[in-house]
C-alpha cells in the first residue's frame, strides 16, 4: 500500500492537475499510480511531464530511453518503473526479453546502444563525476554531445522517478516484472 496518498480517480486529483492527467489519459489510455501520485503536486506533476516531453522529441530513440530507464530502474531497486519500463520496452519499443534482461545488468545486445546504457549507469553510479574514457567510449558509439546531454537527463528523469516511487512505495499497476516482489 502506498505511503503517500493516490487519489483514485482524475477528479479526485487536485483541479490544477486534472487536465495534465487527462492528456496522459488520453496519451495512454489509463492514467497509471506514478501519474496520479505525482498529481498531489500540480507543480511536479507539470514539471515530469514536461521533461519527459521534452526528452520524447530529442534525438535519442524510444527503445533506447527504455534501455536507460531499465538500467536505471534496477540500478536504484525500483520494482515499479522495472515493471512499468518492462512493459513499456516489450510493448512499445519492442524490446526482446533478451534485451530487457541486458539492459538490466546495465548493457545492451546492440553495440550503439550498449554504449548509451553502459555511460547511463556510469553517470549514476558516479553521481555525474564519469571520467574522460567514459565520455570517449560514448563519442566513439556515434553520441554526439547533444545525445550525451539527453543521456544524462535522461538518467536524472529516471532516478525521480525511482526515487518518488520508493519514497511512497507505489503500488505497481503494470505486470510485475521477473524478480520484482508485487
Not at 490544477?16 to 492514467?31: C, D, H, I, M, Y
Not at 554504449?115 to 567510449?137: I, Y
Amino acid at each position: 500500500m502506498s505511503r503517500i496518498q493516490i487519489p483514485a480517480t482524475i477528479d479526485a486529483a487536485p483541479e490544477a492537475s486534472r487536465p495534465l492527467l487527462e492528456q496522459v489519459n488520453k496519451q495512454l489510455g489509463s492514467t497509471p499510480n506514478l501519474f496520479r501520485l505525482v498529481a498531489q503536486s500540480p507543480a511536479a506533476l507539470e514539471g515530469y511531464l514536461g521533461l519527459s516531453g521534452a526528452l520524447g522529441k530529442g534525438r535519442l530513440p524510444a527503445a533506447t530511453r527504455e534501455r536507460i530507464a531499465l538500467a536505471i530502474a534496477e540500478y536504484n531497486g525500483c520494482g515499479y518503473c522495472l515493471s512499468a519500463h518492462t512493459y513499456l520496452g516489450t510493448n512499445l519499443a519492442k524490446l526482446s526479453a533478451e534485451e530487457i534482461a541486458a539492459n538490466r545488468k546495465g548493457k545492451s545486445t546492440d553495440p550503439k546502444a550498449n554504449a548509451a546504457v553502459v555511460f547511463a549507469l556510469k553517470v549514476a553510479e558516479s553521481r555525474g563525476h564519469v571520467a574522460d574514457t567514459d565520455l570517449s567510449a560514448v563519442r566513439a558509439a556515434g553520441y554526439d554531445d547533444a545525445q550525451i546531454i539527453e543521456i544524462v537527463q535522461n538518467v536524472a528523469l529516471n532516478i525521480w522517478t525511482n526515487y518518488i516511487n520508493e519514497v511512497a512505495r507505489t503500488d505497481i499497476d503494470f505486470p510485475v516484472a521477473e524478480g520484482v516482489a508485487a
